[in-house]
Nanobody
Framework: QVQLVESGGGLVQAGGSLRLSCAAS????????MGWFRQAPGKEREFVGA????????SYSDSVKGRFTTSRDNAKNMLYLQMNSLKPEDTAVYYC????????????????????WGQGTQVTVSS
């Protein structure tokens, strides 16, 4: 049974930092591209960033580029999202997701291309 469990969310002031983690089990983690998405109240889920299976490439949405960094440790089955210079508009539930198909980076920005999802972790940025 595949499980993705996010952690590290919380309340932070604008300009602060948080590091989210996603622990994966029940899958060959090193064979999956991984993505981060977020959903704010009343809004659709949106792409945040993605990393290929061997960490050869990453991509980010324009809204977080330069502030957020995703990385992974395949030996530990862990995915990370380092979030710096946080803004109130970054407030959302953040989800990690797994894609086994070796899609192109452009396709990894679409949530419909992911097979497995975590339950999400809340990030709240106060002004």
């Amino acid at each position: 049974q595949v499980q993705l469990v996010e952690s590290g969310g919380g309340l932070v002031q604008a300009g602060g930092s948080l590091r989210l983690s996603c622990a994966a089990s029940g899958l060959t983690f090193s064979s999956y591209s991984m993505g981060w998405f977020r959903q704010a109240p009343g809004k659709e889920r949106e792409f945040v960033g993605a990393v290929t299976a061997r960490s050869t490439r990453t991509s980010y949405s324009d809204s977080v580029k330069g502030r957020f960094t995703t990385s992974r440790d395949n030996a530990k089955n862990m995915l990370y999202l380092q979030m710096n210079s946080l803004k109130p508009e970054d407030t959302a539930v953040y989800y990690c997701a797994a894609n086994p198909n070796g899609y192109s980076m452009s396709m990894l920005s679409a949530d419909t291309n992911y097979n497995y999802w975590g339950q999400g972790t809340q990030v709240t940025v106060s002004s």
